[in-house]
């Protein structure tokens, strides 16, 4: 049924609290940086390039909704430098793209530049969606950051809410004279050294020691990319080798563990920024992730990964120690084949399909009889794509993004006769991730029904305008669609209204991801009769319908 959020949860199912049972449902989430290029301007400002597609939605979400766009992103709880190992970055020695507490400024100058005229218009550089979402200019690149969702198939369906809204922006560029097109990639690298994110985050119990997620997620995450890369022509970060390698983000990766994500990046990130109630979660911030067009290799991106911290959580979780992990992440992302292996501290070589059996087989052990549909469903995919992958790596072409990749390049490649050092073969790559219904090699075969799809195009457009339903992201969603005028900043924590007539603002905390939820506040909505009367039964007599 389209529409109702949660219905990816049987009805009476008990789901369980983060840190107990092994389960894959937990509050997480995506965020997407989208590349992005103007054909006609092959010099114009990406920062501006990126502001156009926020302002091009936020125009978009006037027209068609009624709304007023551009509520402001409220950084006042942000705190990108403090570290989960105990200790706080020195700002002024931190890069300038970890002040993620700063909002993104374009000058005056900029804009009239760019556009070769003068402007006194604002600039919208971060919009907070109707769906809880976010969209914003993060340095050179859009973002959508998805809302609060509390299982894999959720995240796989929000992630792709977000690529309707980068498309939806895409075509009202196109379509606005004066405005040069720009077209949107999801993919993670220019192939000229640069390379943008794919994030996940997941809340994880604050009880978990720090060095026990890391320790069991390093050899994981070294290898997880045989189940979910997307695949890319070129070894190295500089293309420095001819070839193909399983992932897009694994060569730009320098350390094990650390802060810092667009410099020296770490297998784990140790961002201490949990956007909820810090004393009881800690955030996980994952980097190390490719952007997945594949729907199967999305939902098993986040699904294995939640099952994983479950184990963690259970202390029941394998420790395969890798010899050198960052060695081993690049060893595995550069051999198709699969049979690389890499060498452990006890002594035995593995592949990169040996370590995730052992995480799935841990899983298996550990699984209660009484598991919920959809953990079963993701074991059963993880333990049959790995079987499949042992038998032939291109049987998986339906399912795996690297694959599919794989298999034009390879039909390009046998017809052509190209030599992988051809620059016809990146443009390829490049075309796969292109977001254009009409011209991605990626959206064709899905047309084509060559690639499994989990979620149908109608709820993917149903949810860039609608928020889940049991997360706080619901009454963040609903108070900016029904009240645009009066809530004049949102963040993750909390949403500030300014009422008419009122010389103060009122901050309402939603520092718990499990309230504000449609069970506990759509009553509200519906019978408010203006914000005014929403804030005073919000916020009236004990029921703490928001806050922890």
């Given amino acids: 049924m389209i529409g109702t959020g949660g219905r990816r949860t049987a009805p009476g199912t008990v789901l369980p609290a983060v840190g107990e049972g092994i389960s894959v449902h937990r509050v997480m989430g995506t965020e997407t940086e989208y590349g992005i290029i103007a054909p006609a301007l092959p010099s114009a400002n990406p920062t501006l390039l990126s502001s156009q597609v926020v302002n091009a939605y936020a125009a978009t979400l006037r027209e068609g909704l009624g709304n007023l766009a551009g509520t402001r992103w409220d950084y006042t709880d942000e705190t990108p430098l403090t570290d989960a190992r105990g200790f706080r970055m020195d700002r002024a020695g931190a890069h300038p793209s970890q002040l993620t507490d700063e909002p993104p400024e374009l000058s005056a100058e900029q804009i009239a530049l760019e556009r070769g005229e003068p402007t006194e218009a604002a600039v919208l550089m971060n919009l907070v969606l109707n769906n809880g979402a976010r969209l914003y200019v993060d340095h050179a690149h859009p973002e959508y950051s998805s809302p609060e969702v509390t299982s894999p198939l959720d995240a796989v369906l929000w992630d792709r809410a977000g690529d309707h809204v980068a498309v939806t922006a895409m075509q009202r560029i196109g379509a606005v004279p004066g405005f040069s097109p720009v077209i949107l990639y999801k993919n993670n690298t220019d192939n000229k050294s640069v390379s943008y994110g794919s994030h996940e985050n997941y809340l994880v119990p604050r009880s978990v020691p720090f060095s026990k997620l890391a320790e069991a997620l390093i050899p994981f995450f070294a290898s997880r990319q045989v189940i979910c890369g997307a695949g890319r022509v070129g070894l190295g970060p500089l293309n420095q080798e001819p070839g193909f390698q399983i992932s897009q983000r694994a060569d730009f990766f320098e350390n094990e563990i650390g802060l810092e994500t667009t ?286």
């Fill in 263 to 548: 410099v020296r990046r770490p297998i784990i990130n140790t961002r201490d920024e949990p956007h909820a109630v810090a004393e009881k979660y800690r955030r996980l911030h994952v980097i190390i992730g490719d952007a997945n067009l594949n729907e199967v290799s999305n939902y098993l991106k986040v699904g294995t990964t939640a099952l994983v911290l479950s184990l963690i959580e259970q202390g029941v979780a394998p420790v395969p120690v890798l010899e050198d992990p960052v060695g081993a992440l690049h060893a595995i992302s550069h051999d198709p084949s699969l049979r690389t292996t890499v060498r452990l501290t006890d002594g035995r070589s593995v592949t990169g399909l040996d370590l995730q059996d052992l995480y799935c087989e841990a899983v298996l052990d550990a699984l209660p009889a009484d598991a919920d549909e959809q953990t079963r469903d993701v074991v059963d995919r993880w333990q049959a794509l790995l079987a499949t992958l042992r038998r032939d790596p291109m049987d998986a072409a339906r399912q795996v993004d690297w694959i599919a990749k794989l298999k034009v390049l390879e039909a390009y490649r046998a017809r052509d006769g190209l030599a992988w050092t051809d620059p016809r073969l990146a443009l390829i790559d490049l075309q796969y991730a292109d977001l254009r219904p009409e011209k991605g090699i990626y959206q064709r075969l899905a047309r084509r029904g060559d690639v499994d799809l989990l979620v149908p195009p109608a709820e993917v457009a149903w949810a860039a305008v609608h928020p889940p339903r049991d997360t706080r992201a619901y009454f963040r969603g609903r108070c900016i669609a029904e009240y645009p005028a009066e809530v004049v900043g949102a963040s993750w924590d909390s949403l500030i209204f300014e009422l008419a007539g009122e010389r103060r603002l009122q901050r309402v905390q939603t520092r718990e991801p499990l309230r504000g939820t449609a069970a506990l506040t759509a009553e509200l909505f519906d019978l408010a009769a203006d914000a005014e009367d929403f804030l005073a039964r919000l916020l009236s007599g004990p029921d703490r319908r928001v806050a922890p």
